[in-house]
T-cell receptor, first 112, second 114 residues
Framework: KAGVTQTPRYLIKTRGQQVTLSCSPI?????VSWYQQTPGQGLQFLFE???????NKGNFPGRFSGRQFSNSRSEMNVSTLELGDSALYLC???????????FGSGTQLSVL | AQSVSQHNHHVILSEAASLELGCNYS??????LFWYVQYPGQHLQLLLK??????LVKGIKGFEAEFIKSKFSFNLRKPSVQWSDTAEYFC????????????FGKGTKLSVKP
C-alpha cells in the first residue's frame, strides 16, 4: 500500500505570493490532518478534515486555508506568504478521525 | 492554552543504557497521550498511546510509557537502548475524540553511541 504522498517535495516562493500544497492519503483513509513544523515552534496543528468537512482548525491566521475533495485528497493554501511561513508542512491520514495517524514526508516551503 | 513540555532537547546515551524521556502537559481535563518517533530519513510514526485504563502502556520496539495523572506526566522509558533507537521523539496530547488534532512537544533528539 502506498503511503501518504505530499507534493511538491520542495517549494521556493517569495513574500506576497500564494502557494498550494497537496496531500494524497493512503487508499481508504478518509481523514487528513495538516501540521506545520519549524525549528522554533516545533509541530503545530493546522487543520483536520474528514469526509470533506473541516473538523478542527489550529490557531493560524486566515491566510492559511484548506479543503478536502470527495476522493479524500486534500490541499492547503497559504496566501500572501510571509518569511515566517517557511517550514516543513506535514500531512497525515487515518481511516477515520479516531484512528492512528500515518504521516507523509512533508513539503519543505522556503519563503524568500 | 494547552501545552506539552519535553524536558530534554538532546539526550546522548551509550548502548544498553536505560532511557527515560520526560513529558508534561498542561491540560486538566480528559486527555489522550501519545509518543511519536522519527527515525533519520523516515516519516513520523506512532510509538505508543494512552487513552484510558492501565496507566503503563507498552509500545513498539520495547518502549513503554507511564501516565501519572497527578503529575500531568507521560514519560517514555526503555530499559536498554540500542544504536537503532537514535531518533527524535515527540510527546503529544489531545483532548479526546479525534487523533488528528494533536498538540506536540518540541521533541527530544536521542543519540545512542555504539
Amino acid at each position: 500500500k502506498a503511503g501518504v504522498t505530499q507534493t511538491p517535495r520542495y517549494l521556493i516562493k517569495t513574500r506576497g505570493q500564494q502557494v498550494t500544497l497537496s496531500c494524497s492519503p493512503i487508499s481508504g483513509h478518509r481523514s487528513v490532518s495538516w501540521y506545520q513544523q519549524t525549528p522554533g515552534q516545533g509541530l503545530q496543528f493546522l487543520f483536520e478534515y474528514f469526509s470533506e468537512t473541516q473538523r478542527n482548525k489550529g490557531n493560524f491566521p486566515g491566510r492559511f486555508s484548506g479543503r478536502q475533495f470527495s476522493n479524500s485528497r486534500s490541499e492547503m493554501n497559504v496566501s500572501t506568504l510571509e518569511l515566517g511561513d517557511s517550514a516543513l508542512y506535514l500531512c497525515a491520514s487515518s481511516p477515520s478521525p479516531n484512528e492512528k495517524l500515518f504521516f507523509g514526508s512533508g513539503t519543505q516551503l522556503s519563503v524568500l | 492554552a494547552q501545552s506539552v513540555s519535553q524536558h530534554n532537547h538532546h539526550v546522548i546515551l551509550s548502548e544498553a543504557a536505560s532511557l527515560e524521556l520526560g513529558c508534561n502537559y498542561s491540560y486538566g481535563g480528559t486527555v489522550n497521550l501519545f509518543w511519536y518517533v522519527q527515525y533519520p530519513g523516515q516519516h513520523l510514526q506512532l510509538l505508543l498511546k494512552y487513552f484510558s485504563g492501565d496507566p503503563l502502556v507498552k509500545g513498539i520496539k520495547g518502549f513503554e510509557a507511564e501516565f501519572i495523572k497527578s503529575k500531568f506526566s507521560f514519560n517514555l522509558r526503555k530499559p536498554s537502548v540500542q544504536w537503532s533507537d537514535t531518533a527524535e521523539y515527540f510527546c503529544a496530547v489531545n483532548k479526546g475524540g479525534s487523533q488528528g488534532n494533536l498538540i506536540f512537544g518540541k521533541g527530544t533528539k536521542l543519540s545512542v553511541k555504539p
